[in-house]
């Protein structure tokens, strides 16, 4: 059974930061693209980052370059998203899912993050 597993939400000031992780079990991790979706509160989904099957390429919302670093351990079957100087329109549920082809097939139940003073 594919699972997707978010953890390191939580409540951060502003100007903080925060990485989030995904353990991935019941597949080949490295037989996968994986990307970081996130959905603020009363807003649709909005993809966020991708990391290709060995970590060597990844990619960005326009709005998350340079503060946003997406990385993965393969080793550890894991996926990770570093958030640096949050800010509070970073507020959100954000989803660690799978790629398949054009579509994105297993989702993770979300890591809520919420910046605040």
């Known amino acids: 059974e594919v699972q997707l597993v978010e953890s390191g939400g939580g409540l951060v000031q502003p100007g903080g930061s925060l990485r989030l992780s995904c353990a991935a079990s019941?597949?080949?991790?490295?037989?996968?693209?994986m990307n970081w979706v996130r959905q603020a509160p009363g807003k649709g989904l909005e993809w966020v980052s991708a990391?290709?099957?060995?970590?060597?390429?990844?990619a960005y919302a326009e709005s998350m370059k340079g503060r946003f670093t997406v990385s993965r351990d393969n080793a550890k079957n894991t996926l990770y998203l570093q958030i640096n100087i949050l800010k509070t329109e970073d507020t959100a549920v954000y989803y660690c899912?799978?790629?398949?082809?054009?579509?994105?097939?297993?989702w993770g139940k979300g890591s809520l993050v919420t910046v605040s003073s």
């Open positions: 899912t799978r790629a398949n082809y054009y579509t994105m097939d297993y």
């Open positions: 019941g597949f080949t991790f490295d037989d996968y693209t």
């Open positions: 990391i290709s099957r060995s970590g060597g390429t990844t």
